[in-house]
């Protein structure tokens, strides 16, 4: 069972600009940053409620972040799920028919065990199971 929305990632060009647009829109500024180089991102957090907005820029031309914007732009790349124990739900999923990109789950920002599931099994939309560590 996936227990709510963690957060949005939502993938920007220049994190900086984007951060002081978002302090402004939600009234409050961001709690942290980390570079996650195994992924190639710059992420930056802001919490809002029990959720949060993840911010991610890309580090090196290569990161997934830099291929993202290149095909679609700006926008919202992922939305993050919580789950209580993450290899019971990539199990669960896997036995539901669902593609994953990570069978074992894999160090994420925020302190977090992460998993990605493939947007072509859950129409058009990437979707991250993260777990506290
Ligand atoms: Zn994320």
């Not at 957060?7 to 709690?31: Q, R």
């Not at 700006?74 to 999923?93: F, N, T, W």
């Not at 920002?109 to 859950?122: E, G, R």
């Amino acid at each position: 069972m996936l227990n709510k929305i963690e957060h949005l990632g939502i993938a920007v060009k220049d994190i900086e600009a984007s951060a002081k647009m978002y302090e402004t829109l939600l009234g409050k500024p961001s709690y942290k940053t980390e570079v996650v180089e195994s992924e190639g991102v710059s992420t930056l957090f802001f919490q809002i409620g029990e959720s949060k907005i993840e911010l991610l820029e890309a580090t090196n031309p290569e990161s997934p972040i830099a291929k993202f914007i290149e095909k679609r732009g700006e926008g919202i790349h992922h939305v993050a799920y919580d789950v209580s124990d993450i290899d019971v739900e990539i199990q669960r999923l896997q036995a539901e028919g669902f593609q994953l990109i990570h069978e074992t789950p894999k160090s994420g920002a925020d302190n977090k065990k992460i998993a990605f599931l493939h947007p072509k099994s859950t129409g058009g939309v990437l979707v991250e199971l993260c777990q506290d560590k």
